[in-house]
């Protein structure tokens, strides 16, 4: 029995430290005005469950249910933002342009605060091609060539550099399409919502009592004219993506760490082995250098047997050159004699002619 009643105190103060958390926070909201909706006759139907009540003929939005989706979102953004991809922050209105350029800046996160320009998402590339061309601007300037223009040319080409960072400056660095896309005031970002949509990008959204909360998914019904309401909800935000940020450089630095830790005793081994594998290969060598020695003792008398072979060969091959020789003088001597007697006759019968002739 004891153990249950402490149990169930230990809930009931877990649950009391919760709703007091939840109670600041919906406290700081109250402070800020993001209570607050649009009038009565200006509603949406769709936002009836984020309405807590009316009063004056406005709408006033259920802070409960605000800081819940908050939390939502925040978590949602957080997980995007660690996984290392970037969120597209769109508020073209006055109030909100100078809050989200300030926000978005600090944690490093493009944002549109002038006027959207058709295709952002679905055109992606004609986009680039823009950012590229004030990119290119930068380069003649820093070369030189932009001098190499004339004065008229220069004006112009300064006066495009302007326009586009003014429009296009602060998604520079976005070189992909955004993981999500943060609106403040869906209506008047109509076509940033559609575009999304389009393309299938998760859409995080201050939703007022006028808009439809259909278009979105994930809903901060929150009032989005007030600039302190809307730097509330942008602060807990940035905060959030701030941590999901400093998650991911953390498991960074982590597994860089834990490389380092593996490549030491590799590093290590690989010194070691050559060592080994010398102390290993002397011996090997010594064997292979003793053993050709042997062939080659082998060896050698084969080759002085090949060597005297060819000379007995010569020596018998010889006296046959000799024989052949022998012969071819025996017959030139058989056949001189033979050449003597025929010239012999001759010289009898001339002489007998001769003698003939003396005769008559």
Known sequence: MRLVKNSCALLIKQNVNYYKMALVEVKELLDSGVHFGHLTRKWDPNMAPYIYMERNGIHIINLYKTAAKLEEASEALSKIAASGRKILF????????DIVSEKAGNVNMPYITERWPGGMLTNFVT??????????????????????LSKKERLQVDRLRAKLEKNLGSISEMTRLPAALFVIDIKREHIAIKEAQKLNIPIFAMVDTNSDPRQVDYVIPANDDASKSIEKILTNVTDSIAEGLAVRKAEKDSKEAEKAATEAPKQEKTE???KTEKVAKEPKVEKPKEAPKAEKVAKEPKVEKTKEAPKTEKVAKEPKVEKTKEASKIEKVIEEPKVKKTT?????????????????
């Open 272 to 274: 070691e082995a050559p």
């Open 344 to 360: 012999k006759t001759k010289a009898v019968k001339k002489t007998e002619k001769a003698s003939k002739e003396e005769k008559k």
């Open 127 to 148: 986009i680039r091609k823009a950012v590229k061309k004030m990119a290119s601007i930068d380069r003649m300037k820093k070369d030189g060539t932009f001098l190499t």
């Open 90 to 97: 769109v508020a073209t209105k006055k109030q909100a342009k």
